[in-house]
T-cell receptor, first 114, second 115 residues
Framework: AQSVTQPDIHITVSEGASLELRCNYSYGATPYLFWYVQSPGQGLQLLLK??????LVQGIKGFEAEFKRSQSSFNLRKPSVHWSDAAEYFC????????????FGDGTTLTVKP | DAGVIQSPRHEVTEMGQEVTLRCKPISGHDYLFWYRQTMMRGLELLIY????????DSGMPEDRFSAKMPNASFSTLKIQPSEPRDSAVYFC?????????????FGPGTRLTVL
């Protein structure tokens, strides 16, 4: 069975600073990886996803993520954070015969300081 | 496109009462998912459907929970009887085609409080 670990529960960065949110997965084959964002009181919104091909994936809102098979990681990055990026971020992995059953990490809460 | 629609957005009820949460997926989506989100347990998949058929309900916490999808445009999650520990935000999501490769689109959620 697949699993996802987001090691950082809470991260605080200053506006304009760079951001990296960590995600590690466990799965025996090539995973399908996702990053979602959840603003307060809202549902989850997809930022980007990786299935195959180029390991550097571009998403919406200026985010990108890099798949590193050797490290079983799919870290999310943004070069310059905006105050509106304050939210909770979820990494998810979907794979296996049980199609449709993505596993979500516990989330990382991002606080942006002015 | 209106996106995934959930109702009600907020529900406050007393312990022992029946609660029904509703979801309308995006038209044409073949997969529908019900999730529960709490501070303690994070985001949990409760059940998902493919073409209106329940595929995996292993996440349903106990027999008090049941979910149905009578047609492609409507699903319900019912809790009977409700308990305070059921208080959570319940999300419905839908996806097109092979759910595990396709994006899940989430609704705004129903915040349930059981007193």
């Amino acid at each position: 069975a697949q699993s996802v670990t987001q090691p950082d529960i809470h991260i605080t960065v200053s506006e304009g600073a760079s951001l990296e949110l960590r995600c590690n997965y466990s799965y025996g084959a090539t995973p399908y990886l996702f990053w979602y964002v959840q603003s307060p009181g809202q549902g989850l919104q997809l930022l980007l996803k990786y299935f195959s091909g180029d390991t550097l994936v571009q998403g919406i809102k200026g985010f990108e993520a890099e798949f590193k098979r050797s490290q079983s990681s799919f870290n999310l990055r943004k070069p310059s954070v905006h105050w509106s990026d304050a939210a909770e971020y979820f990494c998810a992995v979907g794979a296996g015969a049980n199609a449709g059953k993505s596993t979500f990490g516990d989330g990382t809460t991002l606080t942006v300081k002015p | 496109d209106a996106g995934v629609i959930q109702s009600p957005r907020h529900e406050v009820t007393e312990m022992g009462q029946e609660v029904t949460l509703r979801c309308k997926p995006i038209s044409g989506h073949d997969y529908l998912f019900w999730y529960r989100q709490t501070m303690m347990r994070g985001l949990e998949l409760l059940i998902y459907f493919n073409n209106n058929v329940p595929i995996d309900d292993s996440g349903m916490p106990e027999d008090r929970f049941s979910a149905k999808m009578p047609n492609a445009s409507f699903s319900t999650l019912k809790i009977q009887p409700s308990e305070p520990r059921d208080s959570a935000v319940y999300f419905c999501a839908s996806s097109l085609g092979q759910g595990w490769t396709d994006t899940q689109y989430f609704g705004p959620g129903t915040r349930l409080t059981v007193l």
